[in-house]
């Protein structure tokens, strides 16, 4: 091929990739996160029929928050949590910490929000996922929701290993090549862009059907209580009678104070401002909602080698108990700390209103929740303002 013709080709080429950065600057910017939507539809009681999910890198979900650099005055939160802030069956709006932003913008305060949440995931892995985000998104006020995991999700021979956090694998850091890319480059976004534009589609076939959430948890509910019309095809699980993890050895508060010191360590050495909350649980030592809106479980013995457990519904007043034991620990270390810390746990009304299971809020339930936090939040917030 002669020199001249490889020449005009490169040179063209060239001409292309900077006529299209020039002209995506100027009138289609890609963003140097490119979001996910997923649309689900859902008939189910206590949550809105059509909810949009927009989020990032890691799962996070955002709410007017601007990225890049924080406008003058804009206070910036990031929420970690359970099943209830990770909130799959709500808009963001209408999660308990969409709710609590609303009300401290109502207070006239400039705040972006982020939220994520996990599902079964205790507050050490809560702790390793979170020090990378915080990092990436420097918040200025970080709010743990947590208690329920901790207390259900450690099978009954657990035993406390003081050094799990450090065991855990570190994240990856960024490349800086990468990112550099991603700053100064329109086509560099576009092709980031294009992936996960290819990838929400597939998410959106998967889980966007109608009511594919709703039949997921209606499968959770037969395994975990079985198939009341079919009592031979799901048997589900037996109740726990009592107590469970007697000894001191298997005993995982000391494992739960370990993570909220890995958060308050995150916070100091990130400059941010941590607020401790309890988390609320349906769990009491007197039912008055239906048994089958309880979806947690226990296991009894560590997973064997093929995965494999034996399980069993934790006795709900059990629950009750350890919740109210993990949160008094929590609030002794909130004071030992200076930190402000607000236990939900009982404070919402234990009711099929606000509650869909053991702990997602519905969309009722997590207003009760946003007005209960929005005044010791509040303080927090204005005292970031600058």
Not at 109 to 119: C, Q, S
Not at 240 to 268: C, Q, T, W
Not at 294 to 301: F, P, R, S, T, V
Request: with cysteine; aromatic share 8%; charged share 25%.
């Amino acid at each position: 091929m002669p020199k001249n013709l490889i020449r005009n080709l490169l040179i063209a080429l060239v001409s292309l990739v900077v006529l299209f950065e020039a002209v995506c600057w100027i009138f289609v910017r890609f963003p140097v996160e490119p979001l996910r939507t997923l649309d689900l539809n859902n008939d189910i009681p206590g949550f809105k029929k059509d909810v949009r999910l927009i989020f990032g890198e890691d799962l996070v979900r955002y709410l007017d928050w601007t990225g890049g650099e924080k406008p003058a005055g804009t206070v910036r939160i990031l929420c970690v949590g359970g099943l209830t802030t990770q909130a799959m069956l709500q808009n963001s709006a209408d999660t308990w910490w969409g709710q609590l932003h609303s009300k401290l913008k109502q207070q006239g305060l400039k705040v972006e929000t982020a939220a994520v949440g996990f599902d079964r995931v205790g507050i050490i892995m809560m702790a390793a996922a979170a020090g990378p985000m915080v990092e990436r998104l420097k918040p200025d006020v970080i709010i743990l929701n947590s208690g329920f995991d901790d207390v259900i999700i450690h099978p009954a021979d657990y035993e406390y290993d003081k050094d799990k956090l450090s065991k855990m694998p570190a994240a990856s850091p960024p490349s800086a090549l990468k990112s550099f890319l991603m700053n100064v480059s329109q086509t560099a976004r576009f092709r980031r862009w294009w992936s996960r534009d290819s990838e929400n589609k597939r998410l959106q076939n998967e889980w966007g059907r109608k009511d594919a959430y709703k039949r997921i948890l209606e499968e959770k509910r037969k395994a975990v209580h079985g198939d009341r019309e079919n009592p031979g095809v799901a048997k589900g699980l037996p109740p726990h009678p009592g107590i469970l993890r007697m000894a001191a050895s298997n005993d995982p508060l000391p494992e739960y104070l370990d993570g909220l010191k890995a958060f308050a360590d995150i916070a100091v050495k990130n400059g941010a401002s941590l607020i401790l909350t309890g988390e609320a649980a349906l769990q009491d030592s007197v039912m008055l909602v239906p048994e089958d809106c309880l979806l947690g479980y226990i296991a009894l013995k560590k997973p064997g080698a093929d995965g494999n457990f034996p399980a069993a519904r934790p006795n709900t007043a059990w629950v009750m108990r350890e919740m109210n034991r993990f949160a008094d620990k929590a609030g002794d270390f909130a004071a030992e700390n200076k930190l402000p810390w607000f236990d939900l746990n009982g404070k919402i009304a234990k009711s099929a209103e606000n509650f869909f299971s053991d702990v997602i809020l519905t969309d009722v339930g997590a207003a009760e929740a946003a007005a209960l936090l929005a005044p010791v939040v509040e303080p927090v917030v204005r005292a970031k303002v600058k």
